[in-house]
Nanobody, 130 residues
Framework: QVQLVESGGGLVQAGGSLKLSCAAS????????MGWFRQAPGKEREFVAA????????YYADSVKGRFTISRDNAKNTVYLQMNTLKPEDTAVYYC???????????????????????WGQGTQVTVSS
């Protein structure tokens, strides 16, 4: 079973950058797709980005496309989320998740569904001030 621990959150001014990391324990990390989701107070948890197990394909919500980049290093059992040009509306708790094993490469909707992910981290707070 994979366990996930996020880090790298914090307070940043609008226009700034942060890089989130998600460290995984467990020997099966490289077999999972990885996703980042976020949840703002009073809102549903929403999809941010995902990456296939091989790193060959990535998927982004329209709201972050062109500003955020997801990547993974299977040798280090770590997935990253580089966030640039941050906006106040990016403020949320960010969660990484592992799973989506049944999603095919072209199935954006599958990767974007939180129900496809089996394991979740505890979350890291990102606050963007205006």
């Amino acid at each position: 079973q994979v366990q996930l621990v996020e880090s790298g959150g914090g307070l940043v001014q609008a226009g700034g950058s942060l890089k989130l990391s998600c460290a995984a324990s467990g020997r099966t990390f490289s077999s999972y797709a990885m996703g980042w989701f976020r949840q703002a107070p009073g809102k549903e948890r929403e999809f941010v980005a995902a990456i296939r197990w091989s790193g060959s394909s990535t998927y982004y919500a329209d709201s972050v496309k062109g500003r955020f980049t997801i990547s993974r290093d299977n040798a280090k059992n770590t997935v990253y989320l580089q966030m640039n040009t941050l906006k106040p509306e990016d403020t949320a708790v960010y969660y990484c998740a592992a799973g989506a094993a049944r999603c095919s490469a072209s199935a954006y909707g599958c990767y974007a569904s939180r129900y496809e992910y089996l394991v979740w981290g505890q979350g890291t707070q990102v606050t963007v001030s205006s």
